[in-house]
């Protein structure tokens, strides 16, 4: 497993832009495929996207934020990152950065290590 640390959560008026990374520990970060999931209080913590050891050419995203969030890694730093662009008050939520050694998967359950969550709030 890597411990992963998230942060660039905040406050944000509609339309605008949050940058979250997501820094993980240890030397095999670039085996892993890493995911953002969120969270609002009572729903299920859904998928919002995920890429793959290899990089931008391997992504997904969840319909909700296609067009909208971009997901990139870079190795290099050990961080992966979501650009958060023309956000909506319904993107209001726990964000949360999480890895698997699995290929490219949207499954909750399939990731087994996962950052404390940042807070993302989209208001006027």
């Known amino acids: 497993q890597v411990q992963l640390v998230e942060s660039g959560g905040g406050w944000v008026q509609p339309g605008g832009s949050l940058r979250l990374s997501c820094a993980a520990s240890?030397?095999?970060?670039?085996?892993?495929?890493m995911g953002w999931f969120r969270h609002t209080p009572g729903k299920e913590r859904d998928f919002v996207a995920a890429?793959?050891?290899?990089?931008?050419?391997?992504?997904d995203y969840a319909d909700s934020v296609k067009g909208r969030f971009t997901i990139s890694r870079d190795n290099a730093k050990n961080t992966v990152y979501l650009q958060m662009n023309s956000l909506k008050p319904e993107d209001t939520a726990v964000y949360y950065c999480?890895?698997?050694?699995?290929?490219?998967?949207?499954?909750?359950?399939?990731?087994?290590?996962w950052g404390q969550g940042t807070q993302v709030t989209v208001s006027s």
């Open positions: 890429i793959s050891w290899s990089g931008s050419s391997n992504t």
């Open positions: 240890g030397r095999t970060f670039r085996f892993y495929t």
């Open positions: 999480a890895a698997t050694r699995l290929s490219m998967t949207t499954r909750e359950t399939s990731y087994d290590s």
